[in-house]
């Protein structure tokens, strides 16, 4: 993989900062009560140049920057390795390689969207489309369509098992969570059986 060259990371650097000064401003004076105008001015940047970045206000909370990552690193696991199996190693890959300041920064954005009913509603509906684009890449591995039914649910199944194992909010991906899960995607890879 190449590094990214210095446009690409004035960019990275760009998006971080009005990132930054949005949530700020949403912990110092709440979500509703700022505004893009108050976030390119903090960020010294103009609200177009806001606007190239994030579609909305909104999306700076909602836009998850891992996801991509993640999908890659799934795309990439071994062409034999079962699907939750892919799909553990990926988040190992991907979230174990996340800086400490950079996981301090999601923490305070999934604190936010938490906090804001109408993001939290709009996250809910993003979940479908990440199942979907998770769906395409299980599919893509096992070379079937991309809305193949059977991806589609293990998709779903996977995320599901995610959200139960760690909620949103209280991720930090410390070795003890990665530990919660891998043991709940066993289960799933498993069939799901109840033992006492």
């Not at 998850?64 to 799909?87: F, G, K």
């Not at 199942?131 to 809305?147: H, I, N, S, T, Y």
């Not at 589609?152 to 899960?181: D, I, N, T």
């Amino acid at each position: 993989m190449t590094s990214p060259g210095l446009r690409e990371r004035k960019k990275a650097r760009t998006r971080a900062a009005i990132r930054e000064h949005a949530l700020r401003l949403f912990e110092e004076q709440g979500y509703a009560a700022t505004t893009v105008d108050q976030i390119a001015e903090a960020a010294d940047v103009s609200p177009s140049t806001f606007f190239r970045y994030f579609p909305a206000k909104e999306d700076v909370v909602l836009a998850d920057d891992y996801d991509p990552l993640l999908l890659q690193a799934l795309r990439d696991q071994p062409a034999d390795a079962h699907p939750v199996e892919a799909v553990k190693l990926a988040i190992r890959q991907v979230f174990s390689a996340i800086a400490a300041d950079d996981w301090a920064v999601e923490r305070r954005r999934q604190r936010i969207l938490l906090s804001v009913d109408d993001l939290r509603a709009r996250a809910l509906h993003q979940y479908t489309s990440t199942m979907g684009q998770l769906a395409a890449a299980v599919a893509e591995r096992a070379g079937l369509p991309a809305d193949d039914f059977q991806a589609r649910v293990l998709a779903g199944a996977v995320m599901g098992v995610c959200l139960a194992a760690l909620p949103p909010g209280e991720m930090s991906f410390e070795e003890h969570e990665f530990v919660a899960l891998d043991r709940a995607l066993d289960l799933l890879r498993a069939g799901l059986p109840l033992e006492r």
